[in-house]
C-alpha cells in the first residue's frame, strides 16, 4: 500500500524559513513524480511545485526564488524548502505522487487530477 507522510509544519514568522518533508512507501519512489499543493480554509487546493523523476522542477510564479522543490531517492523522500515566507504561504501543505507521464509539461503537473497518491498534510501556520 502506497503511504505519503508529510512532515516539518509548524510556526513560521513572516520571512522566516521552514522546510516540508514527505515520505513515501509503496512504490519504487525513482519512478515517482512528485508534487506540493496547498490549501487555504475556504479556498481551492493549489499547485505549489512539482519534481519530475528525473529531477525537473517546477513551480507555481507566487512561489519563485522563494521555495525549493527537491528530492532523496535514496531516502524516498521529497522535500519543499520554503523561505522568505509570507502570509499567504500558511495553509495545509500536501505532497502528491503519480506514475503518469505530464504530457503537458509544467500544465500537467499543477493539476491535482494528475496525481494518483496523495499525504494527510501539514499545516503551516504564520506567527507576527
Sequence with gaps: QVQLVESGGGLVQAGGSLRLSCATSGRTFSTYAMGWFRQAPGKEREFVAAISRNGGTYYVDSVKARFTIYRDNAKNTVYLQMNSQK????????????MNSFPRGYYSYSQGAEYDDWGQGTQVTGSS
Design 87 to 98: 502570509p499567504e504561504d500558511t495553509p495545509v501543505y500536501y505532497c502528491a505522487g503519480s
